[in-house]
C-alpha cells in the first residue's frame, strides 16, 4: 500500500519568513496530493491539492510542488503570518482505490514566531 | 460554507461497551469517511461508504466496527466492544465525488475508552 514520509516534524520560522515543508510517497499509482491544515480540536482543512498533471499550484501564499519521478511534493508557504501556526498533514490517493482512501503523513507542526 | 458535523464531540465509555458516533455529512455529497488519529500520530483511513455499502475499509475496520446511513442525513460509526487502543479522535468527512479529493472533514469525536 501507498506510505507517505514527511518532515521536518516541527519547524519554527520567523514571521514574514518562508515555510517548507516536503513529503514523498512510494506509491508511483498516486495520482492526487492534498495538503490539510489543523488547528488545535478542529478537524483537517483542506488549503491546497495538486493532481499528477501538473507540477506546481499557487494560490495567494500558498504554493505546493510536485516532482513525479522522485515521487515527492513540497508545500510553501511565504510571507508568514501568525495565523498559519498549526499542523500540517500532506496526503496522497492512488487510482487503485478509485481516489477514495488518503494516505496521510505523520504531519509538521509549523510555529510562527512573531 | 457547509461543515460536516460530527456529535458528540468527546465520548468516555467504559473498555467493552459499544459506542455510536455520529456525523452528518454535506447534504449533496455521496462519500462518506471515517478516519482515526490516535493522539500525537497521523490520521489513518478507516472506511469509505457509497451507495448504501461499503467501497474501501482498511485492515483496522474489523469485524468490531461498523458503518450505517440510518436515514437520509445520518453517517454512523459503531465500535462494539471497545477496548483501549480505540481511543483516538474520530473524525468523518464526505465529498461530492469520487477521485477529485476535496474531502470536507468534521471537527471530530475524541473517544476515550477507560
Known amino acids: 500500500g501507498e506510505n507517505v514520509e514527511q518532515h521536518p516534524s516541527t519547524l519554527s520560522v520567523q514571521e514574514g519568513d518562508s515555510a517548507v515543508i516536503k513529503c514523498t510517497y512510494s506509491?508511483?499509482?498516486?495520482?492526487?496530493f492534498p495538503w490539510y491544515k489543523q488547528e488545535l480540536g478542529k478537524g483537517p482543512q483542506l488549503i491546497i491539492d495538486?493532481?499528477?498533471?501538473?507540477g506546481e499550484k499557487k494560490d495567494q501564499r500558498i504554493a505546493v510542488t510536485l516532482n513525479k519521478t522522485a515521487k515527492h511534493f513540497s508545500l510553501h508557504i511565504t510571507e508568514t503570518q501568525p495565523e498559519d501556526s498549526a499542523v500540517y498533514f500532506c496526503?496522497?490517493?492512488?487510482?487503485?482505490?478509485?481516489?477514495?482512501?488518503?494516505?496521510f503523513g505523520t504531519g509538521t507542526r509549523l510555529t510562527i514566531i512573531p | 460554507e457547509p461543515e460536516v458535523t460530527q456529535t458528540p464531540s468527546h465520548q468516555v465509555t467504559q473498555m467493552g461497551q459499544e459506542v455510536i458516533l455520529r456525523c452528518v455529512p454535506i447534504s449533496n455529497h455521496l462519500y462518506f469517511y471515517w478516519y482515526r488519529q490516535i493522539l500525537g500520530q497521523k490520521v489513518e483511513f478507516l472506511v469509505s461508504?457509497?451507495?448504501?455499502?461499503?467501497?474501501?475499509k482498511s485492515e483496522i475496520f474489523d469485524d468490531q466496527f461498523s458503518v450505517e446511513r440510518p436515514d437520509g442525513s445520518n453517517f454512523t460509526l459503531k465500535i462494539r466492544s471497545t477496548k483501549l487502543e480505540d481511543s483516538a479522535m474520530y473524525f468523518c468527512?464526505?465529498?461530492?465525488?469520487?477521485?477529485?479529493?476535496?474531502?470536507?472533514f468534521g471537527s471530530g469525536t475524541r473517544l476515550t475508552v477507560v
Open positions: 496526503a496522497a490517493s492512488s487510482p487503485n482505490f478509485g481516489n477514495e482512501k488518503l494516505t
Open positions: 468527512a464526505s465529498s461530492e465525488a469520487r477521485g477529485t479529493g476535496g474531502y470536507t
Open positions: 506509491d508511483s499509482a498516486s495520482n492526487y
Open positions: 461508504f457509497y451507495n448504501n455499502e461499503i467501497s474501501e
Open positions: 495538486i493532481r499528477s498533471n501538473v
